[in-house]
């Protein structure tokens, strides 16, 4: 069971007027995942199809921009053009074109992804206005694999508290091993309060930008290879 360590989060909630708070915790049980396990593919997917990301050795990753079609659910890939952020919002990557290798086409047919999809955007649709009069969503996916052995650490990016460029983003955890230290989502509110959230496989928290965010450093406990493995949904 994920550890909430702090209360009154639950139930989620879109985020949005009526939940000025600017994020929510998406339990694992909110989403069919049970009927729609595929462990084989996402660990083939994580283990074997990822990039390395050149900013850091302790990270592999892949990106892919996406359409999706609301009544069919048809997620489209739209051609890869390299994924940047503006100095404002990730000063290490000082609005540079960063390249990932694209998202293994079998990812983007899974049944794991078009639950994401759905869950993202019931709250992201409560944040942009406008977005649930759109049939068509473009979208932003990256996975990405935090790993570390030894006493190596790895960290996000960027690696403490910030805000994210786009304005509506769901991080779901797809696995960890249990050798994984770390890895905590943190929450900082407009009221300046912290909340340290761990979340389990296939938990998902949404963010927005109406506070910052970050994820505590992760190292193995053994020195053995540890690893945790992230699906990030964006919308602009
Ligand atoms: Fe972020």
Redesign the pocket.
Known sequence: MTQFMEQAISPPQPSGPRNPEGYAIIPASRTDWASFTEDSLISDVMNYHQGVDRASDNRKRSHQRVTYQRKSGLISPLPYQGYSQSAD??PDAAGAVRHFSSIDPRFLTSKTLANALKQHLQFADQTIEGLDNLEEVSMGLHLVRYLAQNTEVAT???PWL???QERA?T?FVLGKSANLEGGQNVWVGKDQKYKVIDLDPMDGIF?TQNGR???MPMWSKNGRYAYRDIL?ITTD
């Open positions: 919002y990730n996000s990016s960027p910030h805000v994210d983003v991080v963010l965010h970050a994820v990030i």
